[in-house]
């Protein structure tokens, strides 16, 4: 199933000016509804095709519903808020590696792009995390976004203990331009995927956001799906 695409009104009645703040972010999160609501564990990838035009490991069916919620997310799933400023935002670099301390991860990353549907791609190698291109590069203006899998084939996938992070985690960075950028989690969320909320995922920010997403919940061997998504939300607190 193809994402809930943008309103029109959303983007066109804004005037000019405005259109140019908010249009990226938002066809951003339109993009990566595809992801959020398919089933990203990557089971059976292999055997599995994708919807036409969208590159979904495991060819999971799509929730619908999927529009921005009000909800709280998942009980039990977050952290208490990490104290300290947001560091300045950089000029916009590509990430090259993300290393997360409290997880013993290190992984370099992919680069995710928009398939022609408008769907974004998922990492092809479930050893490693995908940052999408179209967005905000780790460190600059904005909710960066990098996307990983749980598990692959009933193996585990890069992202498989996301859901354990808490608030205060610190997550790495490594960007083409040879900065490292340090975030600070704020907080972790595991939402229902028809209760994905969107606007609060990637709405503009005023300083160098992170989210890191992965599938979560109940899985239907069945159906190779997940039943959630959890989100990690972090921001830019350093820069070496």
Known sequence: ??????????VASTGPRRRRRTAAPLAAAAAL?????AGCGGQNAAQSP???GQAVPGGA??????APTGKAP???KSGPPAEGRAAPALARSEPQKISIPSLNLSSSLETLKQNTDGTMQTP???????????????????????????????????????KTMKGGDTIKVTRRDGKTVTFTVDRVAEYPKAEFPTLE???NLDHAG???VTCGGSFDSAKHYYDSNVVVFARMTGAA
């Open 1 to 10: 199933m193809k994402p809930t695409p943008v309103p029109a009104a959303t």
């Open 33 to 37: 509804v595809g992801l959020l609501l």
């Open 50 to 52: 994708a919807p036409a």
């Open 61 to 66: 069916p799509a929730a619908t519903g999927a």
């Open 74 to 76: 998942a009980a039990g």
């Open 124 to 162: 092809k190698d479930p050893a490693l995390a995908g940052w999408y291109e179209p967005g905000p590069t780790p460190g600059s203006q904005g909710p960066a976004v990098i996307a990983g899998h749980v598990t692959w084939n009933g193996a585990a996938a890069v992202f498989e203990k996301l």
């Open 201 to 203: 995922v990637y709405k």
């Open 210 to 212: 992170l989210r890191l």
